[in-house]
């Protein structure tokens, strides 16, 4: 795969980054909500944000924020 894919679950808010193929071996929650999917051998294949429209929403919340006092 040479693009990332982005599906949205609307119904549970669910954001899911598919950045590669690939069998989920395990996981890590890197921020509350966020998780990243690593295959067998450690590679990141997929994130997925929940509660995504408030993550996001925060998130540029903050870096508009940035930009007015840069």
């Not at 995504?52 to 006092?69: K, N, P, T």
């Amino acid at each position: 795969m040479n693009k990332p894919i982005l599906n949205y679950d609307r119904t549970n808010d669910i954001l899911y980054l598919v950045i590669r193929d690939g069998e989920e071996h395990h996981f890590v929650e890197t921020a509350e909500g966020i998780v990243v999917e690593f295959d067998e051998s450690n590679q990141p294949i997929g994130i997925e944000i929940f509660d995504a429209s408030h993550v996001l929403f925060r998130a540029m919340e903050r870096s508009d924020l940035a930009l007015a006092y840069d």
